[in-house]
């Protein structure tokens, strides 16, 4: 009876194996190496949800750069290094082009927008936002002038402190997050407004929430979204009031548009609404406005106010670096004017203390999931289209063959003998290919001026001894951030 019933349940195990991983063998059988999975749950034991990066740096070291991984039943191939990661974003731009949309993702947001979307929707809102964010000056003077009147504003918030202890993540989100308000509503808000903190609270808390392992699960099991929806709802809840405030805007701005002369992004994309309305496959239309706002919102504020914030706390560690970047900022800007774009081609030890410290925080270690477009051979190995693909921007950033000391801070790694600043193709912070970063030009102006203005007028000090300041992130499933800590901003 004993041999009967596990013959039995051998077969069955086997017939779900045969089910699940059998059907269409012979199209995967040509994919890249990868480990064995399990039914259901597939390589999950081989996988740490808090640090996935670190396990597809393991699974490397057996499968080679291109392999094969199993979240559940979710295929998914990873890129490890430069070359691969180059190789399938550069050299094969479009098959690999494509957004994996995840079940979390899709139950929050949808598919609209342009972080999330695909095809002609994607390409029409890529075109669209790059355009018109040039059109009211980003890459342009019109807002480096924007930049340095915010500038001024953290600088003055920072001076209110009187060199006493703060937590700094509210002074740097509010004073970022102005610069791509003034593109897309038209405005700025004061650091007091109790709506715009909240609003920035609430795309925080979100990020938080995104990037701990439940919504890794949620992504690999969508039933747990159900079974344990609480994670889930608290996401939702945010998106909800985040979407209000923005549906408030939109209003606003529908009842005092005026056709012939947009004032923002969203003025823009009202007037294309207009232009498109008689034709029915039109991608110009709310939902892609509402949530196309929200992500350059959301997108435009977190990743720079975090880089800013970890790169203080880098540089509260090693007051060293901090004096030499004052130093050069002494001698090529003074003390009398703002810092302007055109410093930085005379700055090359402060611009690249910024490139190390990008490097160094790898913001989103496995950069956002892409897709494959269609059919494709990458290396030999066959990956069939809409498949989920991992370019591991970790992998990159921390290649060995790539950097002299990988894992140190090292802002020696963008100078040249002559201390010259010197730029490595492996500086992969905004990825690369036709899904780079759609904000780069903007974050790059951003991050200089704001760095230059905060240590042309500040020295940053920590309570505790730099030795004992820990650079580790807090989570790392999506980004990566510092953990929490506070400065004290001592005037110069
Ligand atoms: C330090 C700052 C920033 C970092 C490190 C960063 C990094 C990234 C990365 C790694 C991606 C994914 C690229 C890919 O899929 O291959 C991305 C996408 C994107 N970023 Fe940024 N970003 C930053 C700032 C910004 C800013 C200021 C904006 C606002 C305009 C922005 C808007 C976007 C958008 C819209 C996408 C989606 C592009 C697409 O799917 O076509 N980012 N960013």
Redesign the pocket.
């Known amino acids: 009876m004993e041999l009967f019933g596990t013959l039995v349940l051998a077969s069955i195990v086997l017939g779900l194996l045969f089910l699940i991983f059998g059907r269409d063998s012979s199209r995967y059988s040509k994919m890249p190496p990868g480990p064995t999975p399990l039914p259901f749950i597939g390589n999950m034991l081989q996988l740490d949800s808090r640090a996935l990066y670190e396990s597809f740096m393991k699974l490397k070291e057996t499968y080679g750069t291109v392999m094969t991984v199993h979240l559940g039943t979710q295929r998914i191939v990873a890129l490890v290094g430069f070359d691969a990661v180059h190789e399938a ?1 550069v050299q094969q731009a479009d098959a690999f082009a494509g ?1 994996a949309v995840s079940p979390l993702i899709m139950k929050l947001t949808g598919d609209f927008g ?2 999330q979307s695909n095809g002609e929707r ?1 390409k029409q809102m ?1 075109r669209f ?1 790059l355009s018109t ?1 040039r059109d009211f000056g980003m890459g342009k003077r019109s807002i480096e002038k924007w930049i340095q009147e915010e500038a001024k504003h953290l600088t003055e918030e920072f001076r209110k402190t009187k060199g006493s202890p703060c937590e700094p993540t509210l002074f740097l989100s509010r004073a970022v997050s102005n610069v ?1 308000c003034s593109i897309v509503f038209g405005q700025r808000f004061d650091y007091q407004d109790e709506n715009f903190v909240k609003l920035l609270t609430l795309v925080d808390e979100n990020l938080h929430l995104f990037s701990k392992p439940i919504s890794l699960l949620y992504n690999i099991f969508p039933a747990l979204i159900k079974l344990i929806p609480g994670h889930f709802k608290k996401m939702l809840l945010n998106v909800n009031e985040i979407k209000q405030f923005t549906s408030a805007i939109i209003d606003k701005h529908k009842a005092t548009l005026v056709s012939d002369s947009p004032r923002d992004f969203i003025d823009s994309f009202l007037i294309k609404m207009k232009q498109e309305s008689d034709n029915p496959d039109t991608e110009f239309h709310f939902d892609n406005l509402h949530m196309t706002v929200l ?2 919102f959301t ?2 504020t977190d ?2 106010s975090t ?1 800013l914030r970890y790169g203080l706390l880098i540089l509260m560690k090693y007051p060293h670096i901090q004096e030499k970047v004052q130093k050069e900022i002494d001698s090529v800007i003074g003390q009398d004017r703002a810092p302007a774009m055109e410093d930085r081609r005379k700055m090359p030890y402060t611009d690249a203390v910024l490139h190390e410290i ?1 490097r160094f925080i790898d ?2 270690p496995l ?2 999931f ?1 897709m494959t477009t269609k059919d494709t051979i990458f290396r030999g190995y066959f990956i069939p289209a809409g498949t989920m693909v991992v ?1 591991l ?1 970790y992998s990159v950033l921390y290649d060995e063959t790539k950097w002299a000391t990988p894992h140190s801070f090292n802002p020696d790694h963008f100078l040249d003998d002559n201390g010259g600043f010197k730029l490595n193709p492996a500086f992969m ?3 690369a ?1 036709k ?6 030009g ?2 790059k102006m ?2 200089f001026l704001f760095f230059c203005s905060l240590l042309q007028n500040f020295s940053f000090r920590s309570k505790e001894d730099p030795e004992n300041i820990s650079l580790l992130p807090t989570s790392t499933t999506f980004v990566k951030s510092p953990q929490i800590y506070e400065l004290m901003a001592i005037p110069r």
Do not use: D, K, Y
């Open positions: 974003l957004r342009l972080i994607w890529r936002s964010m791509i992500n350059l997108a435009g990743s720079t880089t990008q913001f989103v950069n956002i892409h370019p921007l912070a905004f990825s290919g899904r780079i970063c759609a904000g780069e903007l974050a951003e991050l």
